[in-house]
Structure formats: C-alpha cells, structure tokens
C-alpha cells in the first residue's frame, strides 16, 4: 500500500505518542501489523485509543484506510463489533485467570460475526496470572490468521518473558507539564477556557495528572461541571494515593 493511502486521521485522537504513531503508519502501509501488541502506560496514557487506532486500521478495506466512515469503522469507534472483544476477570476478581484466557480459546478459531478480522483487548493484561498468560502464550505462538491482541499494562515487567516475546511492546508517552498544557489548550476547548479563567486551578490539574492526558481531562471536567471545592481535593487525594500504589478506601 503506498504511504499516501493512510488516513493520519485515525491517530488524530491520539495526542502525542509520535513514535507509535510512526510506528502504526508503517506497519500499515507495508501491511505487516503484527498479531499482537503489548500497550504500557499509564491509566488515562491514550492505551484504549492506541489500540483501536491499530484495530481499525487492520479491520478498515477502504481507501484511505483506516476511511472512519464505513460501517466497519462506525461499530469499532462505538464499540458495538461482536468481533472486538474485551476480556475481563470473572466475577469481582482482581487477577485475570486461566478461565478468562480459556474463553477466548472457545472462540479464536470461529469465523467473524461481521468483520474480516476479530480482536481482543485484554486491559489489565499485567493482572494475569501465570498459569492465564502461559494459555494465552499458546494462542499467541500460532494465531489463526486474522485474529489480533491487544494487552493493555501499567508495567510489562508483570507479563512472562515468553509472552513479551511474542508481541512487541509499545510503550506511551509520559509527558511532561509543559508538554500536558500545551496538548490540552490545543486540543480541547474546555481546557483552554479554564486556564484563561482559572490560571491557578488549571496549573494544579496539570501538576496532579502527572503525565496522564486521560486524568488531566477528568480533573479539569470536575472543574468545569462546577464541582465543590472539598470533592475536587477528594480526587487529589484519591489521585496521589493510587499514584503511589496505596489501596486506601473512600
């Protein structure tokens, strides 16, 4: 496919993440998107974006590809494909377990229900347990053609040896808070309208999202829907602690 036949559109949802996007658009034009990806970051770091970005480009037959208009492209940005498929613990589990990985088994090797291809997105992919990510590495050694993974984690360090060599791993940016507000005020329209209203409260946001654009635009949302003072210093709070790793109860 020539370079000119990728839609830029499709990562524009993406901010920052240059390399990514590179890295995307040259899979994609020399049709070579691999099986399975590995996204590091942090919650609110553009994972979920990243990962459809590269789903609709290898679902998407129309040119420019990925088009964002057919009806392909509509059910993966409404997440309404029966063929995008979102693997969870059971139950109120907080690891992913061998049954999880087990269901996916049951279905890998069905043809699609309405797409040429089939996904599954597995966010918490660094809560598998060994004997979950050693049953995923059996369906990740030969994937039926077609079929693409998606592993979400705050740390690939969490995921076997075996399985990070299976899927490379694509790591989000963190950015800094220079870079936070100068994305935000681009970006977003809200955002650029408190920092000129609220200069200091806008420069707090950015200071507590430590880098995640996702968990700047809650904070600055809070801000916006006019929220109470004690509830938005509720969140700093809330923010720090899972910042730090600590599993405090509100």
């Known amino acids: 496919m020539s370079d000119s036949l990728f ?8 901010w920052g993440n240059e390399r990514i996007k590179r890295i995307l658009k040259a899979a994609a034009t020399a049709n070579t998107l691999c099986h399975a990806y590995i996204f590091e970051g942090a919650p609110g770091s553009g994972r979920h974006t990243a990962a459809l970005a ?4 290898a679902a998407c037959q129309n ?3 990925p088009c964002l208009k057919c009806e392909t492209c509509r059910k993966l940005r ?7 498929i979102t693997v969870l613990p059971e139950g109120d589990r907080k690891t992913l377990g061998v049954e999880a990985v087990r269901s996916i088994a049951d279905t890998v090797y069905i043809l699609p229900n309405d797409l040429d291809v089939r996904f599954y997105l597995i966010p918490d992919a660094d809560t598998m347990t060994p004997q979950a990510q050693n049953a995923l590495l059996k369906l990740l050694e030969e994937p039926p053609q077609g079929v693409y993974f998606f592993l979400l984690c705050e740390s690939s360090a969490n ?5 990070k060599s299976r899927a490379p791993t694509l790591k989000m940016q963190k950015f800094t ?3 936070l507000e100068e994305l935000l005020t681009r970006n977003d329209k ?3 309208r408190l920092k000129a209203a609220d200069p200091a409260a806008f420069g707090r946001s ?4 430590d880098g995640s654009v996702g968990r700047a635009l809650q904070l600055l949302d809070m801000r916006k829907s006019g929220s109470t003072q004690a509830l938005f210093e509720r969140a700093e709070t809330f923010l720090k602690l899972y910042a730090s790793g600590s599993r405090a109860d509100f």
């Open 7 to 14: 839609n830029p559109a499709v990562t524009d949802a993406l």
């Open 54 to 57: 590269f789903a609709l480009t």
């Open 63 to 65: 040119n420019p590809f």
């Open 78 to 84: 409404e997440g309404i494909s029966p063929d995008f």
């Open 159 to 163: 995921l076997l040896p075996t399985v």
């Open 177 to 179: 808070d220079a870079e």
């Open 190 to 192: 809200n955002a650029a």
């Open 206 to 209: 950015i200071r507590l999202a």
